[in-house]
């Protein structure tokens, strides 16, 4: 069962053109954070969201957490080739044996000059 | 300064070789993380490492073998591994950021197997 679903899993855009991405859940995470990756190299965290109905912005990045904590979604603006790469959002979770992160299947995006 | 390095970058090995990759962080988070990533996939989360201590082994072979030496440094050794472990291994580190964690990943060792 996959804790985390994100949408769409592939998209492909041109340059300057609006997109968003989502990812989803049926479990309330205590906060979720959004990687971006590149082939062969590791996530790089993005940002990290807390509060119910939080938005973040990061340049032309915006990023949303749902009011019941679980969905979040990210919106690019203007989309620029340096955008393309894998998102994924990963949310915290508490165990009994400690803390850990789980991570959505990722969406893959492709902006073309 | 959220760096994370690993080593080596990319490492082929045979069926019977031990080998080890190194992972090293100097930001004082007491939390550090494996992870193994094949092609088109998330992250697979292997072993958590909590102030030095394993607390979470997600029942990884034993042919994977994790060692935390010191608050800085993360081992993972290798052993009589098979093909199907080619991969990308991530190790993480993370710190408490008021009421959450700050997860930072290294560049990955991408592995192959022989």
């Known amino acids: 069962t996959q804790l985390l679903e994100q949408s769409p899993q592939f998209l492909s855009i041109q340059e300057g053109e609006n997109l968003t991405v989502y990812c989803n859940s049926s479990?309330?995470?205590?906060?979720l954070q959004w990687y971006r990756q590149e082939p062969g190299e590791g996530p790089v965290l993005l940002v990290t969201v807390v509060t119910g109905g939080e938005v973040k912005k990061l340049k032309r990045l915006t990023f949303q957490f749902g009011d019941a904590r679980k969905d979040s979604s990210l919106h690019i603006t203007a989309a620029q080739p340096g955008d393309t790469g894998l998102y994924l959002c990963a949310g915290l979770r508490w165990r009994g044996d400690g803390q850990n992160f789980v991570f959505g299947p990722g969406t893959r995006l492709s902006v073309l000059p | 300064d959220t760096e994370v390095t690993q080593t080596p970058k990319h490492l082929v090995m045979g069926m019977t070789n031990k080998k080890s990759l190194k992972c090293e962080q100097h930001m004082g988070h007491r939390a550090m993380y494996w992870y193994k990533q094949k092609a088109k996939k998330p992250p697979e989360l292997m072993f958590v490492?909590?102030?030095?201590?394993?607390?979470i082994n997600e029942s990884v072979p034993s042919r994977f073998s994790p060692e935390c030496p010191n608050s800085s440094l993360l081992n993972l050794h290798l052993h009589a591994l098979q093909p199907e472990d080619s991969a990308l291994y991530l190790c993480?580190?993370?710190?408490?950021?008021?009421?959450?964690?700050?997860?930072?990943f290294g560049p990955g060792t991408r592995l192959t197997v022989t």
């Open positions: 993480a580190s993370s710190q408490e950021r008021g009421v959450t964690y700050e997860q930072y």
């Open positions: 490492y909590s102030y030095e201590k394993l607390s």
């Open positions: 479990s309330v995470f205590s906060s």
